[in-house]
């Protein structure tokens, strides 16, 4: 969830980003999220030229942009479009790339990986039977973990610009 905000000074974008987004997040709270499951994944200020609209050639004006972003984690999915409603109407305008995960991974994993080992005897046998040979010992297991995992320094991206700043970073 976050904040996208343009102004033609980065100081006017980043004050009424520092504002709407520290709403976005007093709403998250309030709504029952706790301060651990809130965490700041970005925070970027970027000029951009502006362009006329009849010629689309650039009119020498820049505006700024800032964009706060926050990863959410909600534990209970009934409330998850209250959520995304209480947020909106509190100033977020941006809401990117929903994901469904299970709380206890380590279980979830630890049995699917049970499930991948049996599936796969289950299919080298029926190999073997439609080649006409048998199966032996099983003579290697290959894994292979490659989820991409974020990195977070714990500033958010913002570094000690945003915290001089006061831009509502969430370490999570």
Do not use: C, W
């Not at 974008?13 to 994944?41: V, Y």
């Not at 974020?150 to 831009?167: I, R, T, Y």
């Amino acid at each position: 969830l976050g904040v996208h905000t343009e102004k033609p000074t980065a100081s006017d974008a980043m004050a009424e980003n520092n504002t709407q987004t520290q709403a976005m997040i007093d709403a998250l709270t309030k709504f029952g999220i706790d301060k651990k499951d809130i965490r700041t994944t970005n925070f970027s200020i970027f000029p951009t030229d502006k362009y006329d609209p009849q010629t689309g050639q650039p009119t020498g004006q820049k505006v700024y942009s800032v964009d706060n972003t926050v990863y959410v984690t909600v534990r209970n999915l009934k409330k998850l479009g209250d959520l995304l409603d209480t947020v909106v109407a509190a100033g977020a305008n941006t809401i990117n790339s929903i994901q469904f995960d299970v709380a206890d991974k380590d279980a979830a994993i630890k049995s699917a990986r049970a499930d991948a080992v049996k599936d796969a005897e289950t299919q080298a046998k029926e190999l073997a039977s439609s080649a006409g040979v048998t199966l032996g010992d099983i003579q290697a297991i290959g894994f292979s973990d490659n989820a991409p995992v974020p990195f977070f320094n714990g500033k958010g991206g913002g570094g000690a610009v945003a915290q001089a700043a006061s831009v509502p970073i969430q370490p999570g």
